[in-house]
């Protein structure tokens, strides 16, 4: 069970100070599927800086923005808008989750796999988050998932990529008895329709209020195939031992939650209080000790799904304007001289261009 970061090749993110990292497993068998599909591999990765010798290093970490931006270069590179299902397809579905996969292999149900992959996420990455979550009056169960970090754009092959991962393993996980029953993406077709239909089996929106796969109540009784009691308690104690829990700042749940709300339409203070079991003073107050605001969080987070947004160019500016929360497009307009020093229409031309990411 030995697995400790034994080689990190990072960058700061600069928006919050703190180094955003992630399991190199992410890029299982990069070398193999870019070769596959006709491209030079050693050329990409060292258009981003990731060192080749990186697949040699067991529990290595590398930089989050540099592995998404290679997904986003190398589908554009291949001309192959669906690389990143057709990775996750080569990957294998937990394979890339370290110490996790066996833990999750091992644990009693479909579902205490899912919840101990959301507990501990952060042994793959901390700035990617999942939960388990139910639909708002059909109850149906949902996995939910996404990237958290500052000013990313061009991150659609990434999210492809970390969807299909998670439908194949849903898959492996229960021995084949729970399949994928509907995803949700939070961004625009990258690839052909049928070309989702073709990787999920299953009804697949997009531009829909956040990124899940959908599954039956039942499903997540679904018992693990084959697994081994004595293995869960290894890997469990591996994880606790090497990678111990640590309270998130109150600032950094508040972004959770407002990311969260803003995605389904509204981004109240008193309602992110709420979903935190906070009084709207409290929360206010604690974030001020931590230097921050809630409208500073807010206009992050809402920047953010800015940059999302107009990355895809098939919405709408008024849509945009909407989805952000705004009452008319004159608003995200100012906002976007503020955030980027230039108009709504500009900084997505800009980013199309490459200019911005």
Known sequence: MADTAM?????????????????????????????????????????????????????AMISYRRAIRLLHHTAIELNCPDFGMIFASFQGGTAVLGPLEVAMSNAPTLGDAYRYCAEHLRTYSPASELSLENERGSGRPYIRWAIRLDRLPHQEQAIEQGMALMHHAIGALSGGTVRTREVWFAHDHISAPSRYSHYFGARVEMNAPFNAIFLNR???????????????????????????SS?????????????QLLSQGGCLHIDVAAALGMHPRTMQRRLSEEGVSFEEIKDEVRRDAAIRYLGQRTIPLTRVAAMLGYSEPSVLTRSCHRWFGSSPRKFRKAMASGVSG
Do not use: C, H
């Open 7 to 59: 080689m990190v090749e990072g960058d700061i993110d600069e928006a919050n100070a703190r180094v955003s990292l992630v399991r190199a497993d992410i890029l299982r068998l990069y070398p193999e599927v870019v070769r596959r599909l006709g491209g030079d591999p050693d050329a990409l990765l060292a258009r981003e800086s990731i060192s080749a010798s990186i697949f040699e290093q067991k529990g």
């Open 218 to 244: 039942a499903d997540l009784a679904a018992p693990i195939a084959n697994r081994n009691q004595q293995l869960y308690d290894m890997a469990t104690a591996f994880i606790d031992t090497q990678f111990p």
């Open 247 to 259: 309270a998130k700042p109150l600032s950094a749940r508040v972004r959770s939650v407002a990311a």
